[in-house]
């Protein structure tokens, strides 16, 4: 599914618990309460452990946020502790910050998940002049979902669960509410689990062209015809999936709400396992949501705005990788360009600025040295090359001596 998916998927998720029951009525009701504050915090932990064959990770998070309901800002900050075939994970103060349709997350998380793997940290997070990063991809569904909240639940409460519950009567999703003095609990298997999301992929997509009518989500018309192409390979895709996890999958999901004076607690536990792959996974969630007064949030001030891509671009070391076949050269993301090898006396030779170029160096001419070159660690460095049609090219010998790994294999050059 594509990220354009997203915010539907979202909208629908918070339609599913809804119906016609009188315990579904009152746990919405209740629901309805609580989104009434002016503001709230959220304090919660989480614990988790999967085990796959003989390995097991087991991780635990806290989390502390705050929340206003006026203009949906809200911050969080979560640290996570993790342990993982003998090796510690820890990531402390990581923050998100959500402000004016945009979202923010702290560059220390992403930094500190590099130095744990052992790799080199990219320059974009050591950078002192950014401490957050905010995908402008990603704000696009942030905003579309918040200018829907905006239009309904902040005008009229009461109207907006109404036109949920109307809306889940509709799509036909009627999830069970049981209750026990003021605990409030859903409970799904995993064929209802499985169910469920099969459901709400296919209506809200069928759908989509009257949800964005009149609910006003904005989605724009091509969106939505691209969303409606989608649905033939999603539809067979499920019909592929869903039999197949049913079969493979085992467990069950639960959610307790339990309502008091100002407060409100959810209890999640989820436990799933996959026989054949000897995999189990347990998680289970304990938070409070507490009324609390308005606490002005602000936008941080050293923000990096770039796509989800690009930061993947700039996280991905950099390498080249030559079909010798086809003469394409390829990078880590996929881009590939047309790349002439050249073999001389039983050397191989590669485009020496392209290649370079794709293992993130530039070619620069020095009129004084009348040689091609690049700079490593603020000195120029001369390139031997050789010339073919106006093409400067670089032996993968050279490569290495310049520091470069090489590896070759029947058809393929790999350079990193």
Known sequence: MKKR???????VLALVFTGCSTTQVEFWNKCQESSK???????AKMAMDMTVADETMKMTMDMDGHANTADMSSELTMNMNAT??????KVNDAKIIMKDDKTYISKNYLAQCFAVDGMTVPEILTNADTDFITFTDSNEQTAMMMAFVKQSMLEDPAKYYEM????????????????????YTIELNEKEVLALVKQIILTTTENIESLNTKYQLNIPADKIAELKGQMDEVKVQLDQLIPMAEAMVKGTFKMDYTFGKDVVNQ?????????????????SMDADTAKAEVKEIKAPEKVLEMTQTELMEAMMPKMAIINTNTNIIMDGMGKEETCKVLVKADKVYVPAKLTLGY???EVK???VAKKAGIEVDGTFVALNTITDNSTSYISVEELQKLGYTVEKAVGSIAIY
């Open 267 to 283: 209890k999640l536990v989820m436990n799933f396992a996959i026989p054949m792959l000897n995999m189990t996974m347990n998680m």
């Open 365 to 367: 001419y020095d009129e």
């Open 5 to 11: 998916l997203l915010p539907v998927l979202l909208l």
């Open 84 to 89: 993982a075939t003998g090796q510690v994970i």
């Open 37 to 43: 504050w002016e503001a709230s915090t959220i304090k």
């Open 164 to 183: 949920m519950k109307n809306v889940a009567a509709d799509l036909g999703f009627d999830v069970a509410v049981t209750k026990k003095d003021n605990t």
């Open 359 to 361: 293992l993130g160096q």
